[in-house]
């Protein structure tokens, strides 16, 4: 998925889903799924925003933050979803493991706060 | 820190601690304590596994998994570590953020599994 940087959310708690990939090689469509389904999640009921990034070995870490595991199960049946997960397992990635989590506690630090 | 590729983590429940980051210009000494704390991280009592990655805009997500809560505030507290954070805070980053999460479910996916 896309990178947007830091994700904005409130005060735990709430739900954190960790999906770890491996990319295969070649570009195959999905560097434009990933945008699409970047754009799509931002449009679920719930979503709180998303952290993704990935190395130059293929390795990437994608972390999705929701209200509610209704929520996060609800975009898990999305039928544009779906068919991408499809796609991602048949195509896209050799390995991957995901996680939903629950958000207990939270710290930040900015630059800014120092001094 | 360093990128192990996936962690091998036991059924649910266990705890991930999400760290997201940005890192500043320069290596400043940061890879041989990304190295060294990996190192420190996999001795901690509880310690279950670690996955990591950055891309070239120095973006970076680190997750690493504890068996309970005591562990990762026992891990917070060791003094080299406690020493690394400070570094972190004062020359390393310019933004993260750091989120404490009970994993409540895991699927994963390899290649070897189609078919």
């Given at each position: 998925?896309?990178?947007?940087?830091?994700a904005?959310t409130?005060?735990?708690?709430?739900?954190?889903?960790?999906?770890?990939?491996?990319?295969?090689?070649?570009?195959?469509?999905?560097?434009?799924?990933?945008?699409?389904?970047?754009?799509?999640?931002?449009q679920?009921?719930?979503?709180?925003?998303?952290?993704?990034?990935?190395?130059?070995?293929?390795?990437?870490?994608?972390?999705?933050?929701?209200?509610?595991?209704?929520?996060?199960?609800?975009?898990?049946?999305?039928a544009?979803?779906?068919?991408?997960?499809k796609?991602?397992?048949?195509?896209?990635?050799?390995?991957?493991?995901?996680?939903?989590?629950?958000?207990e506690?939270?710290?930040n630090?900015?630059?800014?706060?120092?001094?």
């Amino acid at each position: 998925m896309s990178a947007p940087g830091f994700a904005k959310t409130p005060k735990p708690p709430y739900y954190a889903v960790i999906f770890s990939s491996q990319r295969t090689d070649g570009d195959n469509g999905y560097g434009s799924m990933a945008d699409r389904m970047a754009e799509l999640a931002a449009q679920q009921p719930g979503f709180l925003g998303m952290e993704s990034t990935r190395g130059a070995d293929g390795f990437g870490i994608t972390v999705a933050y929701f209200d509610s595991e209704e929520n996060i199960r609800a975009w898990k049946r999305n039928a544009e979803h779906a068919a991408a997960q499809k796609q991602g397992r048949d195509v896209w990635y050799s390995h991957y493991e995901l996680r939903v989590a629950k958000v207990e506690r939270a710290y930040n630090f900015h630059t800014s706060q120092i001094g």
